[in-house]
């Protein structure tokens, strides 16, 4: 056998033998889900608190398990991020079962649904439109989405979003259609404006709706400077709430180790373990 007949040969084999282990991983994931779903038809007929579930009762606990979620990203725990996509996909499969049972939708219809959105969302890969960057692909999505009937660009922000959430994503759409500013220093001058509206109101002994509103364009000015700047501002105020939790319970844990109680604590004794807290960290 020559060597080229070889090397063909070889070349041959290893790619089949991959292929039966892709091949392989894709039936053993198929069968995976494949047994989430008949869980789910065991748990809908045989357990009395599954079979109560609505759309409605399950909503608060889904938006519990997305946040779960979210704190195992912002802390990096790979094995808890892995537990609570399966917690959240339960959810998916829950919803899609109550919905196949009153013959509105099943889960084959959830997929297409998205599957076909994909599609048609990313012209750039499964058409003959050209990007450049990542930016260019989310002024694509957003055109794309109002040639999908939307009256208004806002209209995909949903009501019900957290204010800081929903600040971010109002001024992600705006951007998307080219309302925006041009350089992060026109947005700092815009938080520096802010800042001082607010510092009038509040020194001018203003009504407390004057002071609520010069804080609400503060803060939604401040949204728009961690944009430009690359910064989620709801993970960076999460990150400061953790930071804070930490350090204040070891400045509770030090008051128990002393026997004392904070109430009875100056502030100068509090603040001396509050920096020994901080100084862990570094």
């Excluded at 996509?85 to 084959?108: C, P, Q, R, W």
Aim: with cysteine.
């Amino acid at each position: 056998m020559s060597f080229l007949v070889f090397a063909n040969f070889a070349h041959i084999t290893i790619y089949i033998h991959f292929e039966k282990l892709l091949m392989t991983d894709l039936k053993e994931k198929l069968e995976a889900f494949e047994k989430l779903l008949k869980i789910m038809d065991d748990l809908r007929a045989k357990c009395p608190w599954d079979k109560e579930q609505t759309f409605e009762s399950l909503r608060h606990l889904t938006i519990e398990e997305t946040y779960e979620l979210s704190e195992a990203v912002l802390d990096k725990d790979i094995d808890s991020i892995k537990k609570e996509l399966g917690d959240l996909m339960l959810h998916l499969v829950f919803y899609a079962k109550i919905g196949s049972e009153s013959g509105n939708f099943d889960f084959g219809d959830v997929l297409n649904y998205i599957n076909k959105k994909l599609v048609f969302r990313h012209p750039h890969i499964y058409g003959d439109v050209k990007v450049k960057d990542a930016r260019n692909v989310k002024d694509n999505w957003e055109k794309l989405k109002l040639n999908e009937g939307r009256e208004s660009v806002l209209s995909g922000v949903p009501m019900s979003l957290p204010p800081l959430v929903k600040a971010y994503r109002i001024q992600e759409k705006a951007k998307g259609v080219g309302f925006d500013w041009e350089k992060p220093e026109q947005v700092w001058e815009k938080v520096i404006e802010e800042l001082n509206e607010l510092k009038h109101e509040v020194e001018s002994g203003s009504v407390k709706d004057k002071m609520e509103h010069e804080l609400g364009d503060l803060i939604f000015a401040l949204v728009n400077y961690a944009r430009f700047i690359g910064v989620n501002p709801e993970d960076a105020l999460e990150r400061t709430n953790k930071k804070f939790i930490k350090r204040f319970q070891h400045l509770e844990s030090k008051a128990k180790e002393m026997g004392r109680s904070l109430k009875d604590m100056t502030l100068a004794e509090m603040d001396v373990f509050w920096e020994e807290a901080k100084m862990g960290e570094i």
